[in-house]
Structure formats: C-alpha cells, structure tokens
C-alpha cells in the first residue's frame, strides 16, 4: 500500500499544478470568435449573478477582483442594460446587483456558442478520452461543491 502514496502526491501535484491552467487555457480556445458580446470576465460575473443576485464586494470575492474593478464592470454592464442594481429587500441600505433579461439572453447565446465550439472539438475524441473526461466533468463538478462557501 505504501507504493501508492508516492503515486497519489504526484497525482496531486499534477493536478495542482496543471488543472487550473489548462482549464483557463481551454476557456479562451473556446470563446466565441468574431464580435464578443462579452468578455471572459463579464461572462464569469453574469454567470455569478444567475444563480441570485450578489452585493459588489460579494461579486468581487467570487470573481477574485477588487471591489473598484468589480463597480467598474457592474457600471459598464449596466450601461448596456445586462444588469441592474435595486436595493435589497431586507435592507435598503444595501445594493444588490442582478442580471436582467436582456443580459440573461445576451449570456444564454455566448453560452450556446461555447458549448457548440466545445462539442465540435469533442467530436473527433477517441471514446476512450471522451468517458475520460465525462468523468473528469463529473469529479470537477463535485470538487467545486466542496469549494463553494456554505451560507449559515
């Protein structure tokens, strides 16, 4: 069994030090070419905002950029009317930060563009490589949950 160890650090360390990379790396390889409606990093804000709306400072620690950075972008995002900021229901001191429909729609059609660009690159995969990373899919979903923050 002590075989194994080594064998798993090693594991580990690729992944540490290969995944997050390569998984940036393949995100830009299957941006939308041509016009963008939207930039990588709006993309990651609106996707953010779909699951509920956010306070800025909630955004930019989810996002990993600093707050003026992140007020900068919602000002920019909500000139073109992808989303809007009202004040929050239970405390009307606080600003929240939503999605609207049209930046609903505007990241649904930047979305399907990717998933499309992904597929054709999947398509010509050996099935052996595509159940590999089925399943890699699989084990990347369920480590995420374990990263995301449990609210109290």
Do not use: Y
């Amino acid at each position: 069994m002590a075989s194994s160890a080594p064998d798993r650090a090693e594991a580990i360390n690729l992944v540490a030090n290969s995944l997050l990379g390569r998984a940036a790396r393949l995100t830009r390889l299957l941006m939308p070419t041509g016009a963008h409606k939207l930039s990588r990093t709006e993309i990651g804000v609106i996707a953010t905002l779909s699951e509920g709306p956010r306070r800025i400072t909630q955004l930019a620690q989810t996002e990993a950029l600093a707050q003026p950075t992140v007020t900068q972008l919602v000002d920019k995002l909500e000139g073109r009317g992808l989303v809007a900021r009202a004040r929050s229901g239970e405390d009307a001191r606080v600003v929240m930060v939503e999605v609207t429909p049209t930046g609903t729609e505007v990241f649904e059609e930047v979305r399907a563009e990717i998933r499309e660009n992904m597929r054709e690159a999947l398509a010509d995969l050996p099935d052996d490589e595509l159940t590999d990373l089925a399943h890699a899919s699989e084990t990347l979903g369920g480590l995420i949950e374990t990263l995301l923050p449990r609210d109290a």
